[in-house]
């Protein structure tokens, strides 16, 4: 920059991109319609830049990492379909999965807004539909064997053409769903955030000028690269590997590799994924822009510092085998891919950021449990369906200096617990339990959070369809912290013919009255559980999340619980034998 005037304006722009990206996610959140947007906050928010040919991201909203790291494969796919065939007033729409997508529920609007033949902004919104057609509602098709069976892919098409809609492509996406209204309502609030975006992109533009915005985008990628490859250069060189594996594919396979190698050499990172397993059958593959979401998720995690841009990326390399599980190609299927394997690709990522930084890592992958209900609503006479979130609200984990709290891991942060009142008023069911479970969070030094366990009563009769992972192969502890409590579910508790499911099980019907029970696991401990401070496990023994059993025999800490104190002598000898 030539002037401090110059570096001035460079930092207001870049904190005037944050804040349309708020802007973008308050706009989505107040006007969308399903309860995935509203309640859960299941979408992400972002701003791009297209200046000379290059796709940059440049700002996000406290979005969803496997979001909006993956828009930018989105965005670039929308230009290579596109080329110079852009126009003002355009909007565009990405999803299928081998074209910049993740799955396909997961739909990408993005507004270009051509400030000069070279100097393109892109406000974009990726968010999960509700309901994409394919044969099973809420597209968590546990049998799937092929892309076709997940849903409707729409590869790169233009659904604004200068300011208009395009009836025809809008009115084809929504006979492919269930529910119209909803997707119809949840893509108008994607595009309206989008036009709200590009009004705030343009009063950047007449307040600054395009030189200035171009200036700023240069200086914002140069900035975080320079950070990443300054801390970087701190490490040591080497290779650091890991591997980890993924329960299950939903489809009889089981413990299937992931095998990440990091190499550290000077400024710059390079991880690999030979090793890891091929495409299964199963719908556990991950698309390109997914694997490459879940690597900077953890990359992220440990360089919590520095704005997350294009620039973070550019000073790393990720090498796919193609055809793999972290590189399938169609038509493999991928529906449940942004959980699993991405939650194992996160984790065997983050163990072998470990043995670099082991102070910097932690669980930052989000919890693997999952069901979709659906059905007849008998008060509204709507069909309706519903991926509980509720029921999978933990996977935070220990970290170095600090406890796991009460959530998802921080990396997921953006998502939101849906209220409790307000899924009873949407759906038939009644929420009888939703707390932490005693003696479930991971040992260590540092404790990983507990287990949630959920409980409803269901008021009207519905399918369930269970898609779990994580039941053996939990997340993750590290520095000899113990792995988080493992996921599972129990249809129709205490009946006779209950089912309790660690794996899936596919349109199983519950009755009125019926109940529906799971366990969410919670991430893993950081350091050895001995090394505990014996008043921390105290705390948690008076917080009711440890008994004086588990106190003994997880940490070697003795509780007297007549004087609510610990036995330092009893204690002593405990942890030396």
């Given at each position: 920059m030539s002037s401090h005037y110059d570096m001035f304006t460079t930092e207001i722009v870049r904190n005037s991109l944050d804040i349309v990206c708020q802007e973008l996610s308050a706009t989505v959140e107040n006007t969308a319609l399903s309860p995935v947007f509203t309640l859960t906050h299941d979408y992400s928010c972002g701003v791009f830049s297209a200046i000379g040919g290059e796709v940059a991201l440049l700002a996000r909203d406290m979005a969803v990492p496997v979001h909006i790291f993956a828009s930018l494969e989105s965005v670039k796919t929308m230009f290579a379909a596109f080329g110079d065939d852009i126009h003002p007033g355009d909007v565009f729409l990405v999803t299928d999965p081998y074209m910049g997508g993740t799955h396909c529920p997961d739909w990408t609007v993005i507004k270009p807004v051509i400030l000069d033949d070279d100097t393109i902004f892109l406000p974009c919104v990726r968010g999960h539909v509700v309901d994409v057609g394919g044969p099973h509602p809420g597209n968590y098709n546990v049998d799937a064997r092929e892309i076709w069976q997940e849903g409707f892919r729409i590869p790169p098409v233009r659904i604004v053409a200068r300011g208009e809609v395009v009836r025809e492509v809008w009115e084809t996406m929504l006979a492919n769903t269930r529910m119209p209204d909803d997707v119809r309502g949840d893509l108008l609030a994607m595009v309206g955030a989008c036009r709200v975006g590009e009004r705030r992109i343009r009063e950047l533009a007449d307040k600054y000028g395009i030189a200035a915005l171009r200036e700023s985008v240069s200086y914002i990628l140069n900035y975080s690269e320079t950070r990443l490859r300054a801390l970087v250069r701190d490490w040591p060189d080497g290779t650091y590997e890991h591997t980890e594996y993924v329960d299950h594919d939903f489809a009889g396979n089981r413990d299937i590799p992931v095998k990440v190698s990091l190499t550290v050499a000077g400024d710059a990172l390079s991880v690999s994924f030979d090793g890891t397993s091929d495409a299964v059958p199963g719908f556990i593959n991950s698309p390109r822009?997914?694997?490459?979401?879940?690597?900077?998720?953890?990359?992220?995690?440990?360089?919590?510092?520095?704005?997350?841009?294009?620039?973070?990326?550019?000073?790393?390399?990720?090498?796919?085998?193609?055809?793999?599980?972290?590189?399938?190609?169609?038509?493999?299927?991928?529906?449940?891919?942004?959980?699993?394997?991405?939650?194992?690709?996160?984790?065997?990522?983050?163990?072998?950021?470990?043995?670099?930084?082991?102070?910097?890592?932690?669980?930052?992958?989000?919890?693997?449990?999952?069901?979709?209900?659906?059905?007849?609503?008998?008060?509204?006479?709507?069909?309706?369906?519903?991926?509980?979130?509720?029921?999978?609200?933990?996977?935070?984990?220990?970290?170095?200096?600090?406890?796991?709290?009460?959530?998802?891991?921080?990396?997921?942060?953006?998502?939101?617990?849906?209220?409790?009142?307000?899924?009873?008023?949407?759906?038939?069911?009644?929420?009888?339990?939703?707390?932490?479970?005693?003696?479930?969070?991971?040992?260590?030094?540092?404790?990983?959070?507990?287990?949630?366990?959920?409980?409803?009563?269901?008021?009207?009769?519905?399918?369930?369809?269970?898609?779990?992972?994580?039941?053996r192969n939990s997340l993750v502890g590290y520095a000899g912290g113990a792995r988080g409590a493992g996921n599972y579910w129990v249809l129709r508790e205490g009946a006779h013919d209950e089912l309790t499911v660690v794996d899936l099980c596919n349109g199983e019907r519950l009755e009125p009255n019926s109940m529906l029970f799971s366990q969410s696991g919670g991430g893993g401990g950081w350091g050895g559980a001995l090394d505990r401070d014996p008043h921390a496990v105290l705390d948690d023994w008076l917080d009711g999340l440890v008994s004086i059993e588990g106190a003994r025999r997880d940490y070697g800490v003795v509780i007297d619980a007549s004087t609510s104190t610990v036995d330092p002598t009893a204690t002593a000898a405990a942890r030396a034998g």
């Open positions: 822009g997914n694997t490459l979401s879940q690597v900077f998720t953890a990359l992220t995690a440990v360089c919590p510092d520095i704005p997350v841009t294009s620039g973070f990326f550019a000073p790393v390399t990720v090498t796919l085998p193609e055809g793999s599980l972290v590189d399938a190609q169609s038509p493999s299927p991928v529906g449940n891919c942004t959980l699993s394997p991405g939650t194992t690709i996160i984790d065997a990522t983050m163990k072998a950021l470990e043995q670099v930084v082991p102070d910097l890592v932690g669980t930052a992958a989000c919890d693997m449990n999952g069901a979709d209900c659906f059905g007849l609503n008998s008060r509204t006479g709507r069909f309706w369906v519903d991926s509980d979130m509720a029921a999978s609200v933990m996977s935070a984990g220990g970290a170095y200096g600090v406890d796991g709290w009460g959530a998802w891991a921080a990396t997921f942060c953006a998502l939101k617990m849906p209220s409790l009142e307000m899924a009873e008023v949407q759906f038939p069911f009644v929420t009888l339990l939703q707390e932490y479970a005693c003696d479930t969070a991971a040992p260590g030094r540092w404790r990983g959070a507990p287990a949630v366990h959920y409980r409803r009563r269901n008021t009207d009769s519905m399918l369930c369809t269970v898609w779990n992972s994580g039941y």
